[in-house]
Antibody, heavy 118, light 107 residues
Framework: EVQLVESGGGLVQPGGSLRLSCAASGFTFTNFWMNWVRQAPGKGLEWVAT????????YYVDSVKGRFTISRDNAKNSLFLQMNSLTADDTAFYYC???????????WGQGTLVAVSS | DIQLTQSPSFLSASVGDTVTITCRASLGIGMYLAWYQQKPGKGPRLLIYVSSTLQNGVPSRFSGSGSGAQFTLTISSLQPEDFATYYC?????????FGQGTKLEIK
């Protein structure tokens, strides 16, 4: 069974940092691009970042460029999102998703909540 | 950036009905469009990709069509488990973008 389990969310003050993790199992991790998507409470989906199978290419939405870094550890079937200089606008549920470039996001986790507030 | 506009934003229907959701792109995106279903408290579920290909395990009452800048998701013979929020997503170019969502409610 395919599983994606996010962790690392929580309450953080504005300007703070947080590192999200996503543990993958049930599929060949290295065959898939990996993605982060966020959803503010009660709002729609927003794509955040994508990383190629081998980690050699990374893409970000403009609003997080220079603040967030996506990475992966293929030996540990894990995906990460380092988030710095957080603002209230970053408050959301963060989902990791596997996929193929330009095709789909085929499996999703249950999400982890990041709340930025003083 | 490519904007996706879904219509309607809210849809009320009954079990057994057939409904159609439209997704319009601000630029042509070929067939690089996917549809997702999301239920409260859950991550999205992939339904359809490259406009009309049904994901494994998704019931055949779901179908997609379109190319270029206009796409549709049709759900035939609505079942109780189909009442959820639906999103389209373009994967033609970065930044990948989603439509604003269509909430399908029971009439």
């Amino acid at each position: 069974e395919v599983q994606l389990v996010e962790s690392g969310g929580g309450l953080v003050q504005p300007g703070g940092s947080l590192r999200l993790s996503c543990a993958a199992s049930g599929f060949t991790f290295t065959n898939f691009w990996m993605n982060w998507v966020r959803q503010a409470p009660g709002k729609g989906l927003e794509w955040v970042a994508t990383i190629k199978k081998d980690g050699s290419e990374k893409y970000y939405v403009d609003s997080v460029k220079g603040r967030f870094t996506i990475s992966r550890d293929n030996a540990k079937n894990s995906l990460f999102l380092q988030m710095n200089s957080l603002t209230a606008d970053d408050t959301a549920f963060y989902y990791c998703a596997s996929g193929l470039e330009h095709v789909f996001f085929n499996s999703w986790g249950q999400g982890t909540l990041v709340a930025v507030s003083s | 950036d490519i904007q996706l506009t879904q219509s309607p934003s809210f849809l009320s229907a009954s079990v057994g009905d057939t409904v159609t959701i439209t997704c319009r792109a601000s630029l042509g995106i070929g067939m690089y469009l996917a549809w997702y279903q999301q239920k409260p408290g859950k991550g999205p579920r992939l339904l359809i990709y490259v406009s009309s290909t049904l994901q494994n395990g998704v019931p055949s009452r779901f179908s997609g069509s379109g190319s270029g800048a206009q796409f549709t998701l049709t759900i035939s013979s609505l079942q109780p488990e189909d009442f959820a929020t639906y999103y389209c997503q373009q994967l033609n170019s970065y930044p990948y973008t989603f439509g604003q969502g269509t909430k399908l409610e029971i009439k």
